[in-house]
Nanobody, 125 residues
Framework: VQLQASGGGLVQAGDSLRLSCAAS????????IGWFRQAPGKEREFVSIISGRGTLKFYADSVKGRFTISRDNAKNTVYLRMNSLKPEDTAVYYC???????????????????WGQGTLVTVSS
């Protein structure tokens, strides 16, 4: 299984970005994919997850209403649209495949099996 996250960059507060996570080597449409982030000096934290068919989506409270997760199973890609970015959103963003049901323990990074390399998002004030 390989995951490739991309789309990060340097933006100003209030701007938007769309991250992509391209996957290969798995039954993509049956795989729940999550996004985590790790800010400098902090632990990695859950951001969002989407089920294989896209019917279930969960978000961290800190991004709810600003971030939108989606997927295109024809392209084996999951997206994270990030609007109204804040300096506190600055982090390396990772995508990962989840084991088990989407709704079970999705906020715990131990529930995820394969991880991409991460893409850096920097939001300046």
């Amino acid at each position: 299984v390989q995951l490739q996250a991309s789309g990060g960059g340097l933006v100003q507060a209030g701007d938007s970005l769309r991250l992509s996570c391209a996957a290969s080597g798995l039954d993509f449409s049956d795989s729940a994919i999550g996004w985590f982030r790790q800010a400098p000096g902090k632990e990695r934290e859950f951001v969002s997850i989407i089920s294989g068919r896209g019917t279930l989506k969960f978000y961290a409270d800190s991004v709810k209403g600003r971030f939108t997760i989606s997927r295109d199973n024809a392209k084996n890609t999951v997206y994270l649209r990030m609007n109204s970015l804040k300096p506190e959103d600055t982090a390396v963003y990772y995508c990962a495949t989840k084991r088990g049901p989407t709704y079970s323990d999705y906020y715990n990074e131990g529930s995820y099996v394969s991880w991409g390399q991460g893409t850096l998002v920097t939001v300046s004030s």
